[in-house]
């Protein structure tokens, strides 16, 4: 069994490049390039896998199937990430959440997928402008094809 620490490094070169496939209301995949990166939810200290988002497809399959899966590679190796999302943001609120944690939250998240950025100022304004939301992934099943 793969972890989702180990999951997550095939993409530490890549600034945690990832694919993240979700069920549209046809039951087609819809799938995007997002970066992610691995935190503790902020309520209960488990660990996710957590990407920002905005839009209106992949948070309005999200809202309404929450499944989702998170595809890693490194060259011929890959992992995947089964599990439920849970949204938070503006339009997807939490009782954990306020304003200030979402700030928090986008940061972290940012962070954790490898970003750096030069005016947090300027990342907040555009993360509030474009409603975006936080999507945490509480992993039910962590695979891959790497040899153990």
Do not use: C
């Not at 209301?25 to 503790?40: D, E, H, K, P, R």
């Not at 599990?83 to 997807?92: C, H, K, M, N, Y």
């Not at 555009?126 to 790497?146: C, F, G, K, T």
Request: aromatic share 6%; net charge negative.
């Amino acid at each position: 069994m793969t972890t989702l620490y180990e999951a997550a490094s095939l993409s530490s070169e890549e600034s945690g490049l990832v694919v993240v496939s979700t069920l549209r209301a046809n039951n087609t995949i819809q799938s995007s390039l997002v970066n992610a990166g691995v935190l503790a939810h902020p309520a209960t200290g488990d660990d996710l896998l957590a990407f920002v988002a905005s839009g209106r497809v992949k948070l309005t399959n999200l809202r309404a199937r929450p499944q989702i899966t998170a595809t890693f590679r490194n060259g011929w190796q890959w992992a995947a990430v089964e599990g439920r999302a849970e949204l938070a943001g503006p339009d997807d609120p939490q009782p954990w959440l306020d304003a200030e944690a979402l700030r928090r939250l986008l940061r972290a998240i940012f962070t954790a997928a490898g970003g750096e950025h030069d005016d947090w100022d300027e990342f907040d304004r555009v993360m509030a402008d474009e409603r975006r939301a936080a999507v945490l992934i509480h992993p039910d099943r962590v695979y891959s094809n790497r040899p153990r």
